[in-house]
């Protein structure tokens, strides 16, 4: 059961008792998938040489802010919004704001009956986010983000659009760094606040560079960057999500001030939420295969009161929750392999 109480119950669902039973990625549920499919061939090309990538200098001093969309190309959210901001024809009144539509192979063969099949075409794009990898360029997703990774290193603020496997609330996830979690409460949404260092299968976008260093006491580098997932890949109103984000993120960074942006995306604005509580994730279960089971039909914010409480199974072994009041942070065995993050264990306190 997802929850905005102040204290959430235990997930309503009654857990399996033996793997057999359990919900695993050969007998997860097909999930409807209602957000059309965002004509972006106009603004295919972009104007930087790189296809997909648009850069607008207001030649006035600013921040460099980007905003990214389709790194999975089953993420339809963000290229909603990135569509929405060009017909709008928003420009930055200071500073420079890059958008780019990242992993388009993928995102061309997206099909709505079989949506997860086109979240990558060779690997996970936001796993590949650190130069080793990048430079090694042996796949379609390290070449793309070779083209990518000079917007992203040229950029002070960063933020990446994303969307879900499973229905849930959207989750803003802002890595470790104070800074980054001081901006989502500057937001002042969404109501769910993932603090997490990352995956341990490869860096995400988000995390690349200077982005993922913790600053020192006393000491900021100006830079931001926050990963948004705005709910499930087909639900409609992860679009609007998507556009409030964008909405208030521009108006953070300096790009423009609150009365341009309501003017030039009238209805993209949503109502802040009532309150915002931090997740600070301690560690995630990891699958040995992609014979992963959970014990119920989770979809993300479950909190378990006591410790040991029985999650699912990973190859047979039982995984339980290892202290009490735990969050799981987006559970989900749709994208089950070996070495792949099935859900994410969290504390839960205010922001």
């Known amino acids: 059961m997802n929850t905005a109480a102040t204290t959430p119950p235990v997930s309503a669902a009654a857990p399996a008792t033996d793997p057999a039973d359990g919900i695993g990625a050969d007998n997860v549920a097909p999930l409807r998938?209602?957000?059309?499919?965002?004509?972006?061939?106009?603004?295919?090309?972009?104007?930087?040489?790189?296809?997909?990538?648009?850069?607008?200098?207001?030649g006035v001093p600013g921040r460099h802010v980007l905003v990214t969309a389709l790194i999975h190309g089953n993420e339809l959210c963000g290229a909603w919004a990135l569509k929405g901001l060009l017909e709008a024809g928003v420009r930055p009144a200071a500073g420079i704001l890059t958008l780019a539509f990242c992993n388009l192979e993928?995102?061309?063969?997206?099909?709505p009956a079989s949506h997860d099949a086109s979240r990558f075409?060779?690997?996970d794009m936001n796993r590949q986010w650190s130069d080793d990898r990048i430079d090694a360029a042996d796949t379609r997703e390290r070449r793309r983000a070779a083209q990518l990774r000079p917007f992203v290193r040229a950029a002070d603020w960063l933020l990446d659009l994303h969307s879900m496997h499973e229905p849930s609330a959207p989750l803003l996830l802002t890595g470790i760094q104070p800074r980054n979690r001081a901006l989502a409460r500057a937001l002042r949404t969404p109501e769910h606040i993932v603090v997490d260092a990352g995956h341990k299968d490869g860096t995400r976008m988000r995390d690349y560079g200077r982005f993922g260093v913790v600053e020192a006491e006393g000491r900021d580098d100006g830079s931001r960057s926050l990963l948004i997932e705005c709910g499930f890949h087909g639900d409609p109103r992860s679009r609007a999500v998507a556009q409030d984000i964008v909405l208030r993120f521009l108006r953070e960074a300096g790009a423009l001030d609150a009365a341009s942006l309501d003017r030039?995306?009238?209805?993209?604005?949503?109502?802040?939420?009532?309150?915002?509580?931090a997740l600070?994730?301690?560690?995630?279960?990891?699958?040995?295969?992609?014979?992963?089971?959970?014990?119920?039909?989770?979809?993300?914010?479950?909190?378990f009161e006591q410790a040991g409480?029985?999650?699912?199974?990973?190859?047979?072994?039982?995984?339980?929750?290892?202290?009490?009041?735990?969050?799981l942070v987006m559970p989900s065995v749709r994208q089950a392999l070996p070495g792949v993050t099935v859900v994410r264990l969290a504390t839960r306190q205010p922001l």
Do not use: H
């Open 33 to 58: 998938f209602d957000l059309p499919v965002p004509d972006i061939a106009a603004w295919r090309a972009g104007n930087t040489g790189v296809e997909g990538v648009w850069r607008f200098d207001s």
């Open 106 to 111: 993928a995102f061309d063969r997206f099909d």
């Open 121 to 123: 075409v060779d690997q």
């Open 264 to 277: 030039l995306l009238p209805g993209w604005r949503l109502p802040d939420a009532p309150r915002q509580w």
């Open 280 to 303: 600070e994730v301690t560690g995630g279960v990891v699958a040995k295969s992609r014979g992963f089971r959970f014990a119920a039909p989770y979809t993300g914010l479950e909190v």
């Open 309 to 327: 409480a029985l999650i699912g199974w990973n190859d047979g072994e039982p995984v339980r929750t290892p202290y009490g009041d735990c969050v």
